[in-house]
């Protein structure tokens, strides 16, 4: 008796949750238009501002990638979008001494939203730099006319997992993914728990011009940092003339890093805390068939590396996509309805955990 009373509560819970799941979706359609059937094919271009600001005493050096400009193509259905880079041209020729010609830009982006959860996947690598400032390229005390080329290497690996907590009215999908339009302007209360890979090979090249000014007991030569941050934030989108929309989507908090640095005579490992910002934005417009948009993301995070010398990981970017909406064609249609079948899991052992 006892197990049959049991099971019998156990299946009405679960009934309950399932009614409650079905009554958000059924109030949705009154404020979010799905585009479920749709495969959206867009051609994009994406201009990254991943650059690295050392601050020390009496200097500041900004260095910025030779191969900033990714173009390529992407896809986007239902609750996944992912851009895959085909062409990094070199940029910045006429800053630098370009007698050394490697260089590497790879990235890669992810993006997954339901109503109420979404997950960011960023990778980054960079490989050749050239000093730059905020105002344009700058010589400095005993530099050459043209800034040198920096063997300077970074990697970046980041998971950004969101809660959104107005899923009836407001759609992250309808801005940053373009699967879903947004009927009225709506705003929600957001959280961002991010993890984060960082790892910098600074190399021999750096000209001893710059080596003379650094802050001689922090001469950073290359590290690995883990970081994990839990950033609150808000969302706004602005919906004009029905099928154009604006999106901004900021977050701040926290940052809680492992530290493993290699300095020119010693090594250190430490734990911190820190503070990072995460700022996400969105415009464009949607048409039956046509969609245009161009997103901004920038990520900035910092690591202290001692004596007031530190670093400024800056992951930014911007990216200017043209996409059209086609059918799913017939040899799609089954993985279509397994990635309904894997949302509706996801959110229904996210309810019962």
């Not at 710059?210 to 602005?238: H, R």
Request: glycine content about 8%; aromatic content about 16%.
């Amino acid at each position: 008796m006892t197990f049959s009373l049991s099971g019998y509560a156990q299946t009405t819970k679960s009934e309950k949750i399932d009614k409650k799941l079905d009554s958000i979706y059924l109030k949705r359609e009154n404020y979010v238009v799905s585009a479920r059937d749709k495969l959206t094919i867009f051609i994009f271009s994406t201009r990254y501002l991943n650059g690295k600001l050392f601050t020390n005493p009496g200097i500041d050096n900004y260095y910025f990638p030779i191969a900033p400009l990714n173009i390529g193509l992407g896809f986007s259905h239902k609750w996944l979008a992912v851009n895959i880079a085909i062409l990094s041209p070199k940029l910045g020729k006429s800053n630098y001494d370009n007698s050394q010609s490697k260089y590497q830009n790879f990235n890669l982006q992810a993006l997954a939203y339901t109503p109420k959860y979404g997950v960011d996947i960023f990778y980054s690598q960079n490989l050749g730099y050239f000093l730059g400032n905020y105002n344009g390229y700058i010589d400095v005390a005993n530099a050459p006319d043209k800034t040198p080329y920096f063997d300077m290497k970074t990697n970046r690996f980041t998971i950004n997992l969101l809660r959104v907590f107005n899923p009836v009215k407001y759609s992250m999908n309808a801005t940053m993914i373009g699967g879903e339009m947004q009927k009225n302007s709506s705003s929600s209360f957001i959280i961002n728990t991010s993890f984060s890979l960082s790892k910098f090979r600074m190399s021999d090249s750096i000209p001893a011009f710059i080596l003379d000014q650094m802050n001689q007991e922090a001469i950073f030569k290359g590290g690995t940092f883990y970081s994990i941050s839990v950033l609150p934030g808000y969302g706004f989108t602005w919906i004009f003339s029905k099928r154009f929309y604006l999106g901004i989507i900021p977050g701040f908090g926290p940052s809680f890093q492992y530290k493993s640095m290699t300095f020119e005579d010693e090594h250190e490992n430490k734990v911190a805390i820190s503070y990072r910002i995460i700022a996400k934005a969105g415009a464009g417009f949607h048409a039956k068939r046509w969609t245009a948009g161009i997103s901004v993301l920038y990520d900035n995070e910092r690591y202290h590396l001692g004596s007031k010398t530190n670093i400024f990981n800056n992951n930014g970017k911007v990216i200017l996509k043209v996409g059209y909406k086609i059918n799913v064609p017939n040899w799609g249609k089954g993985l279509s309805k397994k990635m309904s079948t894997m949302q509706n899991k996801f959110e229904h052992t996210l309810h019962n955990f």
